[in-house]
Each structure stands twice: as C-alpha cells, then as structure tokens.
C-alpha cells in the first residue's frame, strides 16, 4: 500500500488489503486509507467479510451475486435496502451486518434466479421512471 502511495495514483484498487492480518492491524490500516480518502485520494477496496467496526467505515458498497448487482450505493443504507426484498431475511441477532450479507449474497447464489438482483434492477427502473415522469410534468 505505501509503496503505491508514493506515486499519489488517481485511483488506488485495494484487493483485500486486510487479508492475514489480526483484528487491530485491519482497523488501523482501514482507518488509515479512510483518513487518505479525507485528503483526496480516491480507494476503492474488495473486502471479504470486514468486522462490523470496518463496515462502517465504507461510504458505497456494491454487492454482487454471478455478476449481477445486489446494491451498490451508500454502506450505511445497505441493511435498509436488502430488507426490502422479499427474499431477504433479517439478520439473526448479534450478527454482524458484513456477515448477514455475505450469507445473504451466498443464499441468492444458490438459487436458480436471483430474486434479489430482480429486485435491485426493478427498483432501479422505477426510480428511472419516476424521474422521467417528474420532468415530464
């Protein structure tokens, strides 16, 4: 990460930039990419199943099942929105909120369809025809 750093690129890709390190060094590393977003980098990161703490810290998230979107849009409406879909299960208690979605994008993978990306791209249309509607009028 620091030696990429140097160079200040426009756009720093991250692939599990947390991957093998304990609990305390991923916050710190994490916080310390946040802080760099605060000065004007730009960083995009692929995490797998970050602690809750970590979550919070992500400004979009994009989720994806077989390539198809699920979410993409701010981290922090992301349990609002999944719980909207019929398919969709609320979390169990005292799970993490990167944990439940990750068990919900692995449900949806199983399934034949996928009633969640359905449902993303539907609710993606509506609000399409809903702002077309609106300048139309």
């Given at each position: ?64 099942s077989k390539g198809r ?62 702002r077309i509607m609106k300048?139309?009028?």
């Open positions: 990460v620091a030696a990429e750093l140097v160079v200040r690129p426009s756009l720093l890709l991250l692939d599990e930039p947390t991957s093998g390190l304990d609990a305390t060094t991923a916050q710190a590393l994490m916080t310390t990419l946040k802080e760099l977003t605060s000065l004007g980098h730009s960083i995009a990161v692929v995490i797998h199943q970050p602690r809750t703490d970590i979550f919070k810290m992500i400004d979009h998230l994009l989720l994806l979107v699920l979410y993409n849009g701010p981290a922090a409406s992301a349990r609002t929105y999944l719980g909207t879909c019929p398919s969709v299960q609320e979390p169990p208690p005292e799970t993490g909120i990167a944990d439940w979605m990750m068990d919900t994008v692995i449900l949806d993978e199983r399934q034949k369809t996928s009633d969640v990306a359905d449902h993303w791209l539907s609710s993606i249309l509506i609000g399409r025809c809903r300048r139309c009028t």
